[in-house]
């Protein structure tokens, strides 16, 4: 479900932008705003999804301390817990469970979130992942192109799709 508190839905909305600059700072802030959110609307079940994958992003990008992957995995099971078909909430669980290296429960998560969102960028980017460290880089560079056609301005899928090519002695196509 989605609230009908229209300051924990602005901070919702506000912590999505921050969550999308992917630097540390940012992602802090945006856990802040998640967290106050939920202060709000304690069943906001996307806040909770956000804050999943704000700490996956922040495990996964720049601190490794176990507890960031714990606390991904309890936000977007509790996302979840208040509405099973919050596509964010199974993406950021696929992208907890990826920096786990629990390979198919995080391959599991990133379908479930592909199904339910299909124009959720996360989704594709961590099934690529997936796919590009099982060897299976041809699959890994369609759907690095989706996460690109999705969200142009995620620039780490950049570099991921130069890295299949590369992987696959296609350096021409780069």
Known sequence: RSTENTEAFDCYLRAREFLYRRTKSSLQFAIQLFQRAIQLDTRYAPAYAGLGE????LHYDFDTKEIWIEKAI???????MYDSTVAEAYAALALAYFSKK???????????AIDLGPNIFTGYWVLARIYHVTNRDLESIELLK???ELNPDFHTAYSQLRMAYEGLGMKDKV
């Open 146 to 148: 989706k996460t690109i």
């Open 74 to 80: 309890e936000s977007s099971l509790k996302a979840l």
């Open 54 to 57: 704000a700490y996956a992003e």
């Open 102 to 112: 629990s390979i198919q429960e995080a391959e599991a998560a990133a379908r479930k």
